[in-house]
């Protein structure tokens, strides 16, 4: 089993920046891959970017490529989504996830945390 806690939602305007951080427990932090997933109001969650086990690959959304970067703590079992230049449309409720395949659906999610981008 993994747990995921997410934190550092907020609220920001339009350019600026903000971390997120996904804390985890139960397995071992690098056994398995991680990602974040984002849904904004009536629309379908989608994939933002994802990370593999050891780090050494990490993969973006075309919509974030370039303004966020994933990356993961190995001594605080923690991952991160460094959000840059942020637009309004990046408003969403950001969730962490984790899988034992990389690239697939997750088997593990955390309850998510609001990112609001004012314009």
């Known amino acids: 089993q993994v747990q995921l806690v997410e934190s550092g939602g907020g609220l920001v305007q339009a350019g600026g920046s903000l971390r997120i951080s996904c804390a985890t427990s139960g397995r071992t932090f690098s056994s398995y891959h991680m990602a974040w997933f984002r849904q904004a109001p009536g629309k379908e969650r989608e994939f933002v970017a994802r990370?593999?086990?050891?780090?050494?690959?990490?993969d973006y959304a075309d919509s974030v490529k370039g303004r966020f970067t994933i990356s993961r703590d190995y001594a605080k079992n923690t991952m991160y989504l460094q959000m840059n230049s942020l637009k309004p449309e990046d408003t969403a409720v950001y969730y962490c996830?984790?899988?034992?395949?990389?690239?697939?659906?997750?088997?593990?999610w955390g309850q998510g945390t609001q990112v609001t981008v004012s314009s």
């Open positions: 996830a984790a899988s034992d395949a990389y690239g697939t659906n997750a088997d593990y």
């Open positions: 990370i593999t086990k050891g780090g050494a690959r990490t």
